[in-house]
T-cell receptor, first 113, second 113 residues
Framework: ETGVTQSPTHLIKTRGQQVTLRCSSQ?????VSWYQQALGQGPQFIFQ???????GRGNFPPRFSGLQFPNYSSELNVNALELDDSALYLC????????????FGQGTRLTVV | AQTVTQSQPEMSVQEAETVTLSCTYD???????LFWYKQPPSRQMILVIR??????QNATENRFSVNFQKAAKSFSLKISDSQLGDTAMYFC??????????FGKGTRLHILP
């Protein structure tokens, strides 16, 4: 297992609600990336945080937002949940741009009903 | 746009056989990293093998090896002496200069007893 922990592991929310997902990074890693993985698909890049600043964003609307804390842990917030937001959300911890392994958490399965 | 294409949605092989998973990618970058990730039902994304684009030698990790053809932008994974524990989704992935990992849609591999 990696040192990346995500919480919660499963979550059920109602359309229109807001959700916060959490991720602790691997020790020594200063970069956290978030991915959305729809059922049967590959993960899609949402955004990345490096030293508490957003450092790149994929094709996701502004209602997807995030934070990174001084200890490099991170949160993903999604407002005004839609049914299509139902997916597995993965966070990946890396040390920026050294091409080494990205350590993934086990993911949070979000279901929007 | 940078893309990763896996043309085999699903494959099945007998235990102990050799199997090759295909991957092609598109990028204008000259230096980058390529990966194969394994995602078992536990959802944890596990790095199988990594290739640095500037290295001509194909990477090998025990039973796993790649055939990296940079000019053709091809990056296939060969699993030798396949084992039941190899059953999983396999994702080909590309790390771009912005530290964003771009994934293919995956190949579901079944190892049959």
């Amino acid at each position: 297992e990696t040192g990346v922990t995500q919480s919660p592991t499963h979550l059920i929310k109602t359309r229109g609600q807001q959700v916060t997902l959490r991720c602790s990074s691997q020790s020594g890693h200063n970069t956290v990336s978030w991915y959305q993985q729809a059922l049967g698909q590959g993960p899609q890049f949402i955004f990345q945080y490096y030293r508490e600043e957003e450092n790149g964003r994929g094709n996701f609307p502004p209602r997807f937002s995030g934070l990174q804390f001084p200890n490099y842990s991170s949160e993903l917030n999604v407002n005004a949940l839609e049914l299509d937001d139902s997916a597995l959300y993965l966070c990946a911890s890396t040390h920026r741009r050294d091409g080494t392994e990205a350590f993934f958490g086990q993911g949070t399965r979000l279901t929007v009903v | 746009a940078q893309t990763v294409t896996q043309s085999q949605p699903e494959m099945s092989v007998q235990e102990a056989e050799t199997v090759t998973l295909s991957c092609t990618y598109d990028t204008s970058e000259s230096n980058y990293y390529l990966f194969w990730y394994k995602q078992p039902p536990s959802r944890q994304m596990i790095l199988v093998i990594r290739q640095e684009a500037y290295k001509q030698q194909n990477a090998t990790e025990n039973r796993f090896s790649v055939n990296f053809q940079k000019a053709a932008k091809s990056f296939s994974l060969k699993i030798s002496d396949s084992q039941l524990g190899d059953t999983a989704m396999y994702f080909c992935a590309f790390l771009n200069r912005d530290d964003k990992i771009i994934f293919g849609k995956g190949t579901r591999l079944h190892i049959l007893p």
